[in-house]
Nanobody
Framework: VQLQASGGGLVQAGGSLRLSCTTSKRTSSNNAMGWFRQAPGKEREFVAAVSWSASTTYYADSVKGRFTISRDYGKSVVNLQMNSLKPEDTAVYFC?????????????????WGQGTLVTVSS
C-alpha cells in the first residue's frame, strides 16, 4: 500500500499551499481519509478528515476557516487547501487512510500512512 503526498514547501505567513495525497483506489475507495501534522518536538496531531462519500468533513479547531479538505466521491485523491498560513502551521503533513468510511480524529483509527510532506511557513 502506498500513499504519495505532495505540495509542501516554503511559504510566507498569510500565503497558501495545496497538498495532495494519492493512493490506490483499492486502498481508499470505501474509506475516509485524513491529514495529520507533526511539528518539531511535538506529537502528531489531527488536521482534517473527509468521509468516503466526501459528504462529511472534520477539522481541528486550529485550522477551521483556513483549511479545506476535499476529495471526489469515492476517489483515491484527497486534497488539503491551506490558506492564511501561520508560522505555527509549520510541520510535516501526513495523509492517511482510515479504517472506516467515516472521518476520525484519532491517529489510531487510521490504517495506512504516507511518508509526509514538509510545510514551512516563515514569519
Amino acid at each position: 500500500v502506498q500513499l504519495q503526498a505532495s505540495g509542501g514547501g516554503l511559504v510566507q505567513a498569510g500565503g497558501s499551499l495545496r497538498l495532495s495525497c494519492t493512493t490506490s483506489k483499492r486502498t481508499s475507495s470505501n474509506n475516509a481519509m485524513g491529514w495529520f501534522r507533526q511539528a518539531p518536538g511535538k506529537e502528531r496531531e489531527f488536521v482534517a478528515a473527509v468521509s468516503w462519500s466526501a459528504s462529511t468533513t472534520y477539522y481541528a479547531d486550529s485550522v477551521k476557516g483556513r483549511f479545506t479538505i476535499s476529495r471526489d466521491y469515492g476517489k483515491s485523491v484527497v486534497n488539503l487547501q491551506m490558506n492564511s498560513l501561520k508560522p505555527e502551521d509549520t510541520a510535516v503533513y501526513f495523509c492517511a487512510v482510515a479504517r472506516s468510511s467515516q472521518p476520525r480524529v484519532e491517529a489510531s483509527e487510521y490504517r495506512y500512512w504516507g511518508q509526509g510532506t514538509l510545510v514551512t511557513v516563515s514569519s
